[in-house]
């Protein structure tokens, strides 16, 4: 059962352009939020989060969305670096819990010259 | 940011062997790591729970008799895959949570690949 779902696979983007990310979920109880960038062979890096009490956090280039009434979180890239190109996972998690993380299953990034 | 560090980085090993897996929290305190697999094009799945002191929690479906977690200082806490298959062959990823985070932010570390002949 992937209560957290990341439907595109692949996204690529010019350089300059804005990337948007997509990530949906499940499960009601989760009220909080991260975005991870991940390379080949390497653990997460941690991006951005969001807390279900708000809407929107936004940190440099990166800001993320979520819609809780949609169950949607998106992450906007802007603009999109070539260095941006690696693959992103979002993960949702229950505060209180001991800070368990589901992850998606992630969304390969290419960003072209 | 927060640094995580796993040994070794990658393992061959002979079915039927052991194998253990170090991570440590090189610039902070962690009461609580987790320990991820991943396999090829797929998700993170969290494995365990590891608190410091205290037995480690395993999700579901994960073989606590295979995957021993010992947790045995604060920015310590090691995986060892017993007997090992080559269905355990994976990438392995620890993750650590800062004690003085505010935001539940867990740091990864680098991680471990795994081929067990």
């Known amino acids: 059962d992937q209560q957290v779902k990341q439907n595109s696979p692949s996204l690529s983007v010019q350089e300059g352009r804005i990337s948007i990310l997509n990530c949906d979920y499940t499960?009601?109880?989760?009220?909080?939020f991260l975005w991870y960038k991940k390379y080949p062979a390497e653990g997460p890096t941690f991006l951005i989060s969001?807390?279900?009490?708000?809407d929107k956090n936004e940190d440099g280039r990166f800001t993320v969305f979520l819609n809780k009434s949609a169950k949607h979180l998106s992450l906007h890239i802007v603009p999109s670096q070539p260095g941006d190109s690696a693959v992103y996972f979002c993960?949702?998690?229950?505060?209180?819990?001991?800070?368990?993380?589901?992850f998606g299953t992630g969304t390969r990034l290419q960003v072209t010259l | 940011g927060a640094v995580v560090s796993q040994h070794p980085s990658r393992v061959i090993c002979k079915s039927g062997t052991s194998v253990k897996i170090e991570c440590r929290s090189l610039?902070?305190?962690?009461?609580?790591m987790f320990w991820y697999r991943q396999f090829p094009k797929q998700s993170l799945m969290l494995m365990a729970t590891?608190?410091?002191?205290?037995?480690?929690?395993?999700e579901q479906g994960v073989e606590k008799d295979k995957f021993l977690i010992n947790h045995a200082s604060l920015t310590l806490s090691t995986l060892t895959v017993t007997s090992a298959h080559p269905e355990d062959s994976s990438f392995y990823i620890c993750?650590?949570?800062?004690?003085?985070?505010?935001?539940?932010?867990?740091?990864f570390g680098p991680g471990t690949r795994l081929l067990v002949l």
């Open positions: 993750s650590a949570r800062a004690d003085r985070s505010v935001q539940e932010t867990q740091y």
């Open positions: 499960n009601s109880m989760f009220d909080y």
């Open positions: 969001i807390s279900s009490i708000k």
């Open positions: 993960a949702a998690m229950e505060l209180g819990t001991a800070s368990k993380l589901t």
């Open positions: 610039d902070f305190q962690a009461t609580t």
């Open positions: 590891s608190n410091e002191g205290s037995k480690a929690t395993y």
